[in-house]
């Protein structure tokens, strides 16, 4: 059975460099949006129309990341999911096409995830820039894991 793995953390938490392995270890088929964005709209969309090219870009991926699990190839969804709404959805989604949900919950220091991010802002090939007052903005928007939602922790280590 294929298995959508449903990566779950803030901004600099260490997502996607986990989704790059779990791609790897999975022979699956990787979904970073903020990659897509990046390419489709730029690296920093304004913030008037930033909400509306997240969900064109999702909208674009669903069709496709659903195709593989029927076919019965894995996918990593890197996509942060900070909604229950979202998660809920994608497990739905999941066992619709024949796979089953794998959520694993990203974790890192939030000074560590601060750095992180301003260092990947500064690298020449990166995804979407993200302001220091934008990741202050979007701490308050995650909506943390519920005591029935079953995932795995990772506490990942990076240099």
Known sequence: MATAH?????LG???TTLARELEQR??????????WMARLFGEDPPAEIFQEKVAA???????????CL??????????????????DHARSLAQAHG????????ECP????RRRVATRNREETRSLYIAPETFNLLMCRMEPLQ???TFLRIQHKFQ
């Open 110 to 113: 939030i000074d560590e995830a």
């Open 70 to 87: 029927f076919l019965g190839v894995d996918v990593v969804l890197d996509y942060g999911f900070w909604a229950r709404s979202e998660r």
């Open 6 to 10: 449903l990566l779950f953390g803030f």
């Open 13 to 15: 938490s260490g997502k």
């Open 26 to 35: 999975h022979s699956a088929v990787r979904f970073t949006p903020d990659e």
């Open 57 to 67: 870009t999702l909208a674009l991926l669903e069709p496709v990341w659903t195709r």
């Open 99 to 106: 796979g089953r949900a794998l959520l694993y919950n990203v």
């Open 147 to 149: 005591a029935d939602e």
